[in-house]
């Protein structure tokens, strides 16, 4: 499995902005996988932000990013997203994609106040 990400930028605070992850390699079990979006600042570990299960009703989100950020899939382009709204200085960092033992490179958000 090969996940991609893109769709990182500047933005304003109170911004929007949505991340893809496009995957490539998929089997029918990674398929119904869980995907993850984490995010990381300098100087600090990855840490989960997002995950959603496909297979069965389940999503969970951070509490610092809950009723903000949305995920969802497009099984027609193997792309998960991940839509942000009302973005916050706080939200800068780095964003990965997640799906069992594959991550992606990494796309970079910049929130300015």
């Known amino acids: 499995v090969q996940l991609v990400e893109s769709g990182g930028g500047l933005v304003q605070a109170g911004g929007s902005l949505r991340l893809s992850c496009v995957m490539s390699?998929?089997?029918?079990?990674?398929?119904?996988?869980?995907t993850d979006w984490f995010r990381q600042v300098p100087g600090k570990e990855r840490r989960l932000i997002a995950s959603r299960a496909w297979h069965v009703d389940y999503s969970w989100y951070a509490d610092s990013v809950n009723g903000r950020f949305t995920m969802s899939r497009d099984d027609a382009k193997n792309t998960v997203y991940l839509d942000m709204t009302n973005l916050k200085p706080e939200d800068t960092g780095v964003y990965y994609c997640?799906?069992?033992?594959?991550w992606g490179q990494g796309t970079q958000v910049t929130v300015s106040s």
């Open positions: 390699g998929l089997t029918f079990s990674t398929r119904a996988s869980t």
């Open positions: 997640n799906l069992g033992d594959a």
